[in-house]
């Protein structure tokens, strides 16, 4: 068996790596280098896993057929050496590995990245280069896939914190948030033109655009109203005319790097799957794995123009089509079914969400979540459809044997999930479907099942530790009455919990609902494999 590394000189052999099964770009991966420095177009801040093998394959695939002729140049605005070292071992190329439902995998070399910049003050030679390639004429776009709380510039009394207060008063000093290093090069654009641009969220989170604005015009103001920066770059950077944010929803259920995974790519010759290490941190591994169904929408309001990313599956369309996407899916099609697979995961052993979708209860579940009490009030974008959406989910996503995805990862933060899965749709029965509320019965049992799940002790009755959650402390604080085994108390202790709107969107005491998740805790709290009996119990 040959072996394979990934390098430029190495895939100069392309036979043996397409013997292999490997695609390889068919395009001159240095030639695009040059003319993408020359002309920039495309610039990204967070080069992860979803990024990798989705937006940028994606790009790769438009240069093997000729529709677009420039890379993605990365930019690291943070712990950049560390980051720089995940692609730059491997000369900025990375192996997308595509775990398909039926058990076959696509394998692809991905060379759509021209360059990777440490864009920090004290890299000054990355540094000039990051503001001398931001300043291009022909820059269209500048995205990210930076997570939700990248755009958080704000502690948890809603103040900003000292470091970006601290920013806001030098815009010449170090900017270690995104949001401080994106407005500051934004101003280098100003002064070298003021070019029209996009600024393009790519992260999976609600109204990602208007984020995005929000933090970068606080610190444009920030500057601008102290006199630090003139007043003219406010404006500009405040004209969506010349600067702006598209909204966006992108979907692709991407889990870390996986063992087998890496031994299946072993098992073809290819030795890049150890997981590396910087300064005793991990590091990704060269290779990205990822589901086949995937999803990307974007408002079309690009300035200085785009690349044809539709000819590759994007959905380019109005503010209020992504909106209505993200909805359908956060609120109804995705989303809720994630979360309550991965609460009942949790109490029931489960340790793949493709584990749990071979249980006929925990099926039953979320079909009925789905398509009996989602679709009545979902949310219809137009330019697709929620029940093929939804199916798709149930019967190809989900049970996909070869995407290890984790309901204890699932379940992180569930907390601050439950007022948009399922808070959304309590919402939308109360304004169109009042009178069928307190027909719900799949919405309130996940609720009883996070309850459940918050004492920390499974169906066969051990201990087990929550997944991190900001409120975790304080709700198993304020549940710490609630005993395995005792059932008497349990309205008592619960009942102040379910008037919580800021969790579950409606005061479920007023909208008659909470009779229904007090008697499931109690079924479920009530002893061994209560949790199952529960859910059996459910129709």
């Known amino acids: 068996m040959e072996t394979l590394h990934l390098s430029l000189s190495e895939l100069k052999n392309r036979e043996k790596w397409e013997a292999a099964g490997f695609k390889l770009p068919n395009y001159d991966i240095e030639e695009m280098r040059k003319r993408t420095l020359a002309e920039p177009i495309w610039m990204h801040i967070g080069a992860g896993n979803i990024f990798r093998i989705f937006p940028c394959r994606l790009h790769d695939e438009l240069l093997d057929q000729g529709e677009v002729d420039r890379g993605v140049i990365i930019l690291q605005t943070y712990d950049s050496e560390r980051k720089d070292a995940i692609l730059r071992p491997y000369d900025l190329l990375s192996t997308a590995v595509t775990l398909k439902s039926d058990g076959n995998i696509d394998l692809r070399v991905v060379g759509s990245i021209a360059e990777s910049i440490k864009c920090e003050p004290q890299f000054p030679e990355d540094y000039k280069l990051a503001n001398e390639l931001f300043a ?22 809603g103040e900003f914190t000292d470091k970006v207060k601290k920013e806001f008063a030098d815009p010449d000093g170090p900017q270690s948030n995104a949001m401080g290093a994106l407005a500051r090069l934004l101003y280098t654009r100003f002064q070298n033109g003021a070019h029209p641009i996009a600024l393009l969220s790519m992260d999976n989170c609600s109204h990602n655009g208007a984020r995005l604005r929000a933090a970068v015009l606080a610190y444009v103001e920030a500057w601008c109203k102290s006199g630090k920066l003139p007043e003219a770059f406010l404006e500009y950077a405040s004209d969506e005319s010349n600067v702006s944010f598209p909204w966006s929803m992108i979907d692709k259920i991407t889990p870390a790097a996986d063992p087998k995974v890496g031994q299946m790519l072993l098992d073809r010759g290819y030795q890049d799957v150890e997981i590396r290490t910087y300064e005793g941190r991990k590091l990704q591994p060269s290779f990205v794995n990822a589901e086949e169904t995937e999803y990307l929408v974007i408002e079309d309001n690009f300035p200085n123009g785009r690349p044809a990313w539709e000819k590759g599956g994007v959905y380019f369309t ?24 991965a609460i009942y995961g949790c109490l029931l052993g489960y340790d793949r969400i493709s584990q749990e979708m071979k249980d006929e209860d925990l099926l039953h ?6 398509y009996q009490e989602g679709m009545p009030v979902v949310v219809h974008p137009g330019i697709m459809d929620p029940r093929d959406f939804l199916d798709t989910c149930i019967n190809e996503r989900f049970p996909n044997p070869f995407i290890p995805d984790m309901p204890q990862r699932i379940a992180n933060d569930t907390s601050q999930k439950l007022p ?24 309130p049992a996940v609720f009883a099942g996070w309850i459940r799940y918050l004492i920390g002790i499974d169906d066969n009755g051990e201990v087990f530790t929550p997944s991190p959650d900001p409120m975790l402390a304080t709700l198993q604080e304020e549940l710490a009455d609630l005993e395995f085994g005792k059932t008497d108390n349990v309205a008592d202790v619960v009942t102040p919990l379910l008037r919580r709107d800021n969790i579950f969107g409606v005061d479920l005491v007023e909208v008659g ?20 009996k529960y859910l059996q119990s459910l129709d």
């Open 420 to 443: 948009v899965r399922f808070g959304k749709t309590l919402q939308a029965y109360c304004e169109k479907l009042p009178e069928q509320i307190t027909s719900l019965t799949y919405i």
């Open 365 to 370: 579940l979320i079909k009925q979540i789905g």
């Open 318 to 341: 109005d503010r209020e089509t992504v909106d209505k996407v993200e909805t359908m899916k956060v609120t109804t099609c995705l989303n809720p079914l994630h979360t309550a697979l």
């Open 136 to 157: 291009a004429p022909s820059l269209q776009i500048v995205s990210m896939t930076i997570t939700e709380k990248g755009y958080n510039l704000r502690d948890l009394d």
């Open 513 to 532: 609902l909470a009779d229904k998740v007090i008697e499931g805790v109690k079924q479920m709290i009530s002893g061994k494999g209560n949790v199952r």
